[in-house]
């Protein structure tokens, strides 16, 4: 009816583009608010990931851990 609300969907296809509809979230990390993202460099170049996690995908040749900032510290 009117006013009903279409649900975001989210993806991780770097083909993909934004809508208000579509929505993407990083391959490695699922984070869906970072404004900077890069294709992925290991196993799937059609993914995306956060900045952070292509530049330790770079710098590594590994993925990211999800708790890596917490290992860190």
Avoid: M
Avoid at 10 to 31: G, I, M, P, V, W
Wanted: one cysteine or more; hydrophobic letters at 25%.
């Amino acid at each position: 009816g009117a006013g009903a609300s279409v649900p975001i969907q989210h993806t991780d296809a770097a083909a993909s583009k934004e809508t208000q509809y579509l929505r993407r979230y990083f391959s490695n990390c699922y984070t869906t608010e970072l404004p900077s993202w890069r294709h992925s460099t290991l196993g799937n170049p059609r993914k995306i990931v956060c900045n952070k996690c292509g530049l330790c995908e770079r710098t590594h040749s590994c993925p990211r851990p999800l708790r890596f900032d917490e290992l860190r510290a």
